[in-house]
């Protein structure tokens, strides 16, 4: 398996170094640029081949955060912090792990071991209805209803109603990317926008959050 070219933000060169001698030690990855600030990181990703970044939050002019959130096609991403709180808000920047520092060798590692879990998981699904036989990307997919035997797989351009169930569907998906919140919803990860109350809010769209699925549901926002 190829290596994997990660890229450091970090304003601070302690955190620098640290995360160098971490990437150091992962045989799976190859450090191909540090950068101090969201300029310089921006310039770099226009000339380079980035497959992971480490992003700290809190740099000064522009956060790691606001800068992520302006890429078109940002690189998957690690956030590093000091402050526990921004990994709470975080689902919403797709984010595949935050690590809050200072942390060991082995939190670092267990994300990305996440990131690596990720790069193997499919990327596709097929499903059949009306008589057709659909290849639908997962990253399309909004969110999953049960009616019955059948399910609604809803995306931005279609909805599909497919003679499965909704258990058996969901064995199907990647765990780290859809949650069931609701005996009758899964959701996608990436494209929640926000939760209020028992909603979670989709393309617009409001989707129960069931009280059997809620604690596990916010915890794993937070991972």
Request: contains cysteine; glycine residues 4%.
């Amino acid at each position: 398996m190829s290596k994997v070219n990660c890229m450091i933000v970090e304003d601070e060169p302690v955190s620098q170094d640290l995360l160098r001698k971490y990437i150091d030690n992962l045989p799976q990855l190859t450090l191909v640029s540090v950068c101090s600030n969201a300029i310089e990181a921006g310039e770099e990703l226009r000339k380079t081949k980035v497959e992971l970044m480490f992003l700290d939050i809190n740099m000064p002019k522009l956060s790691g955060s606001d800068f992520y959130a302006s890429l078109v096609n940002p690189p998957p991403v690690i956030f590093t912090t000091a402050y526990p709180e921004f990994a709470v808000n975080g689902f919403e920047l797709s984010a595949i792990d935050y690590l809050v520092k200072p942390f060991p060798f082995e939190r670092f590692a267990k994300a990305v071991g996440k990131f690596l879990d990720q790069r193997k998981a499919p990327t596709y699904i097929v499903l059949q209805a009306d008589k057709k036989t659909y290849k639908v990307d997962l990253n399309e997919i909004e969110s999953i209803e049960a009616m019955g035997d059948y399910v609604k797989v809803k995306t931005p351009s279609q909805l599909l109603i497919v003679h499965q169930t909704l258990q058996n569907l969901s064995e199907q998906l990647p765990a780290e990317s859809f949650r069931r919140i609701h005996k009758s919803f899964i959701i996608s990860i990436s494209k929640l926008q926000y939760v209020e109350g028992n909603m979670a809010v989709i393309a617009g769209q409001k989707i129960p959050i069931g009280q059997t699925y809620r604690a596990e549901f916010l915890e794993s926002l937070s991972r």
